[in-house]
């Protein structure tokens, strides 16, 4: 059932679906309190200029155009590892980018991995930050999140109060308010609007 849920969904929908769920790497769980909508290629639905998967499918997006469930991992800058959950129909390109998340279970472990960040709230706080507290790599893009084997999975869970507004850091469609977070968290990311975002004209 949870993953016809995100199958059904568009990326706006299957965003406000995965907020407050948690994520489970090993010993680490972590509450998912900030996501991000990304939707598909020009032709498709949900057209996002802003999504890598706008220009069409290759093989760094692939996961984004098959199942529903599934996570698509990518390197961002060279450096860090960021988490994608892909949503809606088969061939039809979108996801939910994990912005941020409270790290529940596995503090020791995460610390490790993190050892210069000093307060909780901040281990995962950023997408790079979440992908370097679960220990995430490009080894486990496209695993399905909802099987009870998988290395990375997902258990679905209201947010319950949640609020929305602009996206961080992109150039393009960057008013879309198509990032959604958990107010009263400690962990939600500082939004930084892109130097490089268009400015939308009345």
Known sequence: MTTERLAGAGPVDAAKIVLGSRLI????????????????????PWPDPASHSY???????????????????????????????????????GGVLLRAGEVLDGGATVQSRRPNV??????????GNLGSATGVTLAENGVALFGADSPVRCELAAAGNWVSGPRVGVGAAADRPWRFWIPESEAVSTYRRSPRARVVES
């Open 118 to 127: 000093a307060r909780r709230a901040d281990w995962a706080r950023g997408p």
């Open 25 to 44: 790497v090993g010993d680490v769980r972590i509450r998912i309190v900030e996501v991000e909508a990304y939707g598909g290629e020009r032709d498709g």
């Open 55 to 93: 220009r069409g499918r290759t093989p760094r997006n692939e996961v984004m155009f098959g199942p529903a469930g599934h996570l698509y991992v990518y390197r961002s800058y060279g450096v860090h590892y960021c988490m994608n959950i892909s949503c809606g129909p088969v061939g039809n390109a």
